[in-house]
């Protein structure tokens, strides 16, 4: 793959910023914890490239052996921030520059749904989509904010590198996810070849159409991607029962993005 031009991300606007209330907005005293809001390019999967404000949650559930943003982790982690702090933040990176999309990232964004549920509605009045990253294990969750997102980027979680394994929830949260939703699975030098089986038959199972983007990890931090020969191997093996299948690595980190 050739290299590609860095590109400037846009200055982040940390959470515990003074920010003004929006004009005319009903103010919400809802507060969630927030790592960051910032301007990129959207680096994995099928929306490559697209322009989006990431709104990082702290926060998550799981805890992945090749996760890039583990400051995200901890429950405690970010800083409170309020509902109409937010949207002005949101306002003040739309200002700058149009963007497609906004990414709900973490952490884990549906651990926060109640606040979800308050910020969809006005952050697609300005325009934007909704773009929910996840790690599909929160099918309840899900269920609130689905019919308001545009697409859901769910990963599966291998057991080589999350631990326990969660097929039944990602079986689950698929079957709410339907008709917006890919699967990313991110491999390692960990990855088993049964596990690229059961995830290939999990969503043979729900929807051959639903997309499935093989992931590379990223090395880093004694973190290694699988050998080229077995990504070959399971993506012909996913190609047998699913029919958009794609190998895509972390775009972002080779353009310099964060
Ligand atoms: S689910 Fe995502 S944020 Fe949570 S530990 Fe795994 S990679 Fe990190």
Not at 101 to 115: M, R, V, Y
Not at 197 to 210: C, G, H, K, N, Y
Request: hydrophobic share 40%; charged share 20%; proline share 8%.
């Amino acid at each position: 793959m050739s290299e590609a031009t860095p590109l400037t991300p846009t200055p982040r606007l940390r959470s515990g910023q003074a920010l003004s209330p929006h004009r005319g907005e009903r103010i919400q005293v809802v507060a969630v914890p927030v790592l960051e809001i910032f301007s990129t390019l959207q680096g994995e999967g099928l929306y490559a490239g697209e322009r989006q404000i990431f709104l990082r949650f702290g926060g998550c559930n799981l805890h992945c052996d090749y996760c890039d943003t583990p400051e995200s982790i901890p429950m405690g982690s970010g800083r409170p921030m309020r509902v109409e702090a937010i949207l002005e933040a949101v306002d003040r990176l739309q200002a700058e520059q149009r963007h497609v999309s906004l990414s709900f990232t973490g952490g884990e964004p549906l651990l926060h749904a109640d606040t979800l549920d308050l910020l969809i509605s006005p952050i697609k009045a300005r325009g934007l989509r909704i773009y929910l990253e996840t790690n599909g294990t929160l099918p309840h969750a899900l269920a609130r904010i689905i019919a308001r997102c545009d697409v859901v980027a769910m990963d599966m979680k291998l057991p080589s590198a999350c631990g326990p394994a969660f097929w039944k929830l990602h079986e689950a949260f698929l079957r709410v996810g339907l008709g917006k939703t890919f699967v990313k699975v991110v491999v390692t030098d960990r990855t088993q070849l049964w596990e690229i089986e059961r995830v290939v038959t999990l969503i043979a199972q729900s929807d051959p159409t639903v997309p499935l983007v093989i992931q590379p990890a990223t090395p880093f931090n004694g973190i290694a991607p699988a050998p080229w020969e077995s990504i070959m191997t399971w993506e012909q093996l996913a190609r047998c029962q699913l029919r958009d299948v794609r190998i895509i690595p972390q775009l972002h980190r080779l353009w310099g993005l964060p």
